[in-house]
C-alpha cells in the first residue's frame, strides 16, 4: 500500500468518527432523551473545554517520549472504549462528564494526525504543501460519508450512532499501529524545567508575528462552530411559518447543511494553489471575508425563493474553513523546529477549537440569549447572522492591520526557529 493510500486512509478514518455523532446527537438527544437544551449545550462545549488542555499535552508527550503514530493509536482505542459506554448513560449530568473524557482522548488525535502526516509526508520527500491537501480531504469525505451512513440506516435518533462511531474508532486505533514512524525529535532532557515539560512549542509567542497570528486564530476560532451549533435550528424555525413548512431546506436541513462538507472537499484541493500564489496573510483574510458573506447570506436567505443564498453560503462554507484551518497548520508547520512539531499543532488547535471554540459558543449564546430573543421564545435570527458578520469583518479589518507578513514561496520544508 503506497504512502498516500495509507494516510487517505487515516484521515478518512479520523473524520467519520466525528461524523457519526457531532451532526446527529441532538436529535437522539431531543427526541429520544427528551432532555434540556441548556444540558445539550454544555454537552456541546466538551469540545472547546478538550481543546485548550490535551493537544498541547499530547503534542508535548509525542515531541519527547512517545511516537506521535502509537499514542494516536491509544487515544482511539480509548475513545472507543468511551463511545461504547455512551448509550448506557441514562443521566445527562454524567453524560457531560463521558462526553468530556471522550473529547479529551479525541481531540489531540486532530494534530496528531497532522502531525504523523506532515512526518511521513516529509520523509519520503514530499512537498506538504502541495502533496497534504489531496490526502486530507479525504477526511471532509469521511464526515460526509459518516453523516449519510448514519442517516441511510435510520440511526439519528437512536444510540446506534456511537456504535457506528465506536466501532470505526476501534479500526483507527488498530490500524495506527501500521502507520510510518514518527518518533521524538525533542531532547528528552533540558536545561531548564521549562524544556523539561516540553513546553519549548510555548516560546512561539514571544516572536510578534507568531504571537499576532494565534490570537487572531482564536478569534477567528470563534466563529468555527456558530452555524454548526445555530445553522440546523434556523432552518427548523422555518417550519412554523406556512409558506416554507414544505420547503426541502425544512423538511431536510442536514442535507442542505452538508453542502458545507461537499464544499469543503472542493476548496482543501485549491489550497496549494492560493497558498503557494497568496501566501499566509491574504489566505487568511480570504478567510475571514468568506465568513463575512458566510453569516450574511445566512441572514438574507430562506427556504423559498432565498434558499439560493443558504446554499451560497454552505459553498462559501468550504472556503472560509479550510483556507483558515489547513493553511494555518501548514504555516504553523513551516515556522516550528522539528523538536516541537507536534507541539506546535497542539498549541494551534488550543487556540482555535478550545479557546476559540469556548469565546465563540459562550457569547453567541449570552449574545442571543439577551439581545435577539423576545419574550415568547422566538429568535430574531436576521439580527444574530448579522451581528456574527460584523463580527468577522471586524476581526479581518484589524488582521489586515496587525498582521505583518511578507509572502515567500512555501516550499513545504520546516523552518527552524529560533527557540
Partial sequence: MSLKTRLVAMNFLQYFIWGSWLITIGAWWFQTRHWSGAQFGAIYSTIGIAAIVTPSIAGIIADKWLRAERLYGVLHLLGAATLLAVPAVDDPGLLFWLMLVNMCFYMPTISLAIAVSYSALKDDGKNIVTDYPPIRVWGTVGFIVAMWTVSLLHLETTAGQFYVAAAS????????????????????????????????????????????????????????????????????????????????????????????????????????????????KKVMLISLTAWVFRFGLFAYGNPGDGLWMIVLSCIVYGMAFDFYNISGSIFVETRSSQAIRASAQGLFMMMTNGFGAMLGSVVSGLLIQHFFTDAAGDIAWRGVWLSFAGYALVVAVLFSILFRHKHEAVTGRVAHAEL
Fill in 169 to 280: 474508532a476501534l479500526v483507527l486505533g488498530l490500524y495506527a499501529f501500521t502507520l510510518p514512524k514518527c518518533p521524538p525529535r525533542g531532547e528528552r532532557s533540558g536545561t531548564s524545567l521549562f524544556e523539561v515539560l516540553g513546553l519549548s512549542a510555548f516560546k512561539l509567542f514571544r516572536q510578534r508575528q507568531m504571537a499576532v497570528f494565534f490570537v487572531f486564530a482564536m478569534l477567528l476560532g470563534a466563529a468555527l462552530q456558530l452555524t454548526n451549533m445555530y445553522g440546523d435550528t434556523y432552518l427548523h424555525d422555518f417550519g412554523a411559518m406556512p409558506e416554507y413548512r414544505d420547503a426541502l431546506a425544512v423538511r431536510y436541513p442536514a442535507i442542505i447543511m452538508s453542502i458545507s462538507q461537499v464544499s469543503e472537499t472542493l476548496f482543501i484541493l485549491a489550497i496549494p494553489f492560493v497558498l503557494g500564489r497568496f501566501g499566509i
